[in-house]
């Protein structure tokens, strides 16, 4: 009887503990990382320049980027006051973990409180590519339509927060998002659900308050 290698779990196996050595990276420069996944045009970035806004004067926040190319989100978000380094996968529709290990080589991470890691949109493949943050946030816009978190269930359950962005647009464009909070829970009754609006800034602190930061120690 021939000899037989399942391929695909030894490669699942294989990226999960690369994820794991990213984790341990993370603790030992003692910096907590957020993973912010959705798809293209969801609010991603928006939501994530809004917290760096709240959140720059009290914590050293590091920002990594993947995009399929250029450097545009890196560009916005550095416009803010952070440090920032972009991705690119050159058509990989998802970041991995040694895209990571690459882009922080040369990075000193214990000079950071915080590290936010904004994924290639997708709402697929970067979900079964775990990169050791110790948050992942799925943002969802209400103009991606109300059957978004049934259609894509797997991603909803693994996620540990629940972004539900462009709220202010839901009367305009006749979208129910209590029905999408409804359906978010019903599949992850253990995410918190958070209703953001990054124009109108509803939600912004909700959703910090949701995301356990560090607790720093207020200089006397």
């Given at each position: 009887m021939p000899q037989l290698i399942s391929i695909k779990k030894d490669i699942k196996q294989k990226y999960l503990d690369k994820a794991q050595m990213l984790r341990q990276?993370?603790?030992?420069?003692?910096?907590?990382?957020?993973?912010?996944?959705?798809?293209?045009?969801?609010?991603k970035t928006?939501?994530?320049?809004?917290l760096v806004d709240r959140l720059k004067d009290k914590y050293k926040i590091l920002y990594l980027g993947g995009d399929v190319a250029s450097t545009l989100d890196a560009e916005r978000v550095e416009k803010?006051?952070?440090d920032a380094i972009e991705i690119n996968t050159g058509?990989?529709?998802?970041?991995?973990?040694d895209h990571i290990f690459e882009a922080l080589k040369n990075v000193d991470l214990s000079k950071y409180d915080i590290v936010f890691i904004e994924n290639?949109?997708?709402?697929?493949?970067?979900?079964?590519?775990?990169?050791?943050?110790h948050k992942r946030i799925m943002i969802v816009s209400v103009a991606e339509g109300e059957d978004k978190f049934i259609k894509h269930p797997t991603s909803t359950r693994v996620s540990d927060i629940i972004v539900i962005s462009k709220v202010d647009l839901a009367d305009k464009i006749g979208v129910n998002v209590e029905k999408m909070k409804e359906d978010a829970?019903?599949?992850?009754?253990?995410?918190?659900?958070?209703?953001?609006?990054?124009?109108?800034?509803?939600?912004?602190?909700?959703?910090?308050?949701v995301m356990e930061l560090p607790q720093k120690v207020e200089s006397v």
């Open positions: 990276l993370y603790d030992k420069a003692g910096v907590k990382v957020y993973e912010f996944l959705g798809s293209p045009g969801s609010g928006s939501v994530i320049e809004a803010h006051g952070i058509g990989i529709c998802h970041l991995e973990p290639v949109g997708n709402l697929i493949c970067p979900f079964s590519f775990p990169l050791g943050a829970k019903s599949l992850n009754p253990k995410a918190p659900v958070v209703e953001v609006s990054t124009v109108t800034g509803q939600g912004i602190d909700d959703l910090i308050k």
